[in-house]
């Protein structure tokens, strides 16, 4: 049931992607789970995190897709494609900070390392 939502996450975010089909949204997914380290029928998978995760992907594919993006100028129109390319990067570096996010959340809180020289410790006792 989770890989069913996800890729219809992915559907509804990646609509009018060039590019995407259903078959590649299914390999994102099934790669995304697989790097988070669990099966696609695990119960403790978190959607959420797997979402975000096979959108960097699609959006990586999409960007290798556009690179060879172009310029392209006539008498009275200019048509410019260039930066397609570092849309969709930037794109995708931002659905991996969510996916670290996510996945941060679906661990439960954060943790802080003890500083080395204790400094703010005497002050509590």
């Given at each position: 049931m989770a890989v069913q939502n996800i890729e219809t996450w992915l559907k509804s975010r990646l609509e009018g992607v060039p590019g995407v089909t259903d078959e590649k949204i299914a390999v994102w997914v099934i790669e995304a789970i697989s790097e988070m380290g669990y099966l696609s029928d695990d119960p403790n998978l978190d959607d959420n995190s797997a979402f975000h995760l096979a959108l960097s992907y699609a959006y990586e594919n999409a960007s290798q897709t556009e690179a060879g993006a172009f310029r392209f100028t006539d008498k009275d129109q200019t048509v410019d494609k260039t930066n397609v390319f570092e849309n969709y990067r930037t794109l995708a570096a931002m659905a991996r900070k969510d996916y670290r996010?996510?996945?941060?959340?679906?661990?439960?809180?954060?943790?802080?390392?003890?500083?080395?020289?204790e400094r703010g410790e005497a002050d509590e006792r």
């Open positions: 996010k996510a996945r941060r959340r679906a661990r439960g809180g954060q943790y802080h390392v003890r500083r080395a020289d």
